[in-house]
T-cell receptor, first 112, second 115 residues
Framework: QQQVKQSPQSLIVQKGGISIINCAYE??????FPWYQQFPGKGPALLIA?????SEKKEGRFTISFNKSAKQFSLHIMDSQPGDSATYFC???????????FGKGTLLTVNP | SAVISQKPSRDICQRGTSLTIQCQVD?????MFWYRQQPGQSLTLIAT?????????ESGFVIDKFPISRPNLTFSTLTVSNMSPEDSSIYLC????????????FGEGSRLTVL
């Protein structure tokens, strides 16, 4: 059973555009929602994370929007750059065990 | 964030052999996990490495196939035993501390190819 559903599977955006990746979860015990960025041949790097007590968190060009009632959260990348081209994973964890459940990933390509 | 070193970074192994992957962290961490990432796929948790005791395995993963050790707060090993081509994956060590309240950091991974 996939507990975190991520879409789209792939995304192509023009330089300067907005990239939007969506995730939905089922487990109401989840209380921590990070996004990871992974370049080829590298490990995933923590990009930004949110907890359910806020509906939005912004760090530079990256924003997480969170809808607790809908059990959905999304990553927005403003002014997308070719250097943002990577695979993005949403994830979720709950309680004190810190175990992350990952979405299937989105391959983002930003064309120059 | 912690600096995580994994060895080997990549290896090519023969069917039926075993390989041990090491994970060294530059600071004491509370949580250590091992994940598997099959080619082009997402990350799947194999087990939680518990200091000084047996690891806690996720459904579908067993100790005989993936024995794990964690002798202290900065080091862990994952062994992939009796390998088959289906074990070809990237194996990732992940760490976190209570102070980071849920933040997990990943090593660069060990890319394993089984022929």
């Amino acid at each position: 059973q996939q507990q975190v559903k991520q879409s789209p599977q792939s995304l192509i955006v023009q330089k300067g555009g907005i990239s939007i990746i969506n995730c939905a979860y089922e487990n109401t015990a989840f209380d921590y929602f990070p996004w990871y960025q992974q370049f080829p041949g590298k490990g995933p790097a923590l990009l930004i994370a949110i907890r359910p007590d806020v509906s939005e968190k912004k760090e530079g060009r990256f924003t997480i929007s969170f809808n607790k009632s809908a059990k959905q959260f999304s990553l927005h990348i403003m002014d997308s750059q070719p250097g943002d081209s990577a695979t993005y994973f949403c994830a979720a964890s709950g309680g004190s065990n810190y175990k992350l459940t990952f979405g299937k990933g989105t391959l983002l390509t930003v064309n120059p | 964030s912690a600096v995580i070193s994994q060895k080997p970074s990549r290896d090519i192994c023969q069917r039926g052999t075993s390989l041990t992957i090491q994970c060294q962290v530059d600071s004491q961490v509370t949580m250590m996990f091992w994940y598997r990432q099959q080619p082009g796929q997402s990350l799947t948790l194999i087990a939680t490495a518990n200091q000084g005791s047996e690891a806690t395995y996720e459904s579908g993963f067993v100790i005989d196939k993936f024995p794990i050790s964690r002798p202290n707060l900065t080091f862990s090993t994952l062994t992939v035993s009796n390998m088959s081509p289906e074990d070809s994956s990237i194996y990732l060590c992940s760490v976190g501390t209570v102070a980071n309240t849920g933040e997990l950091f990943f090593g660069e991974g060990s890319r394993l190819t089984v022929l």
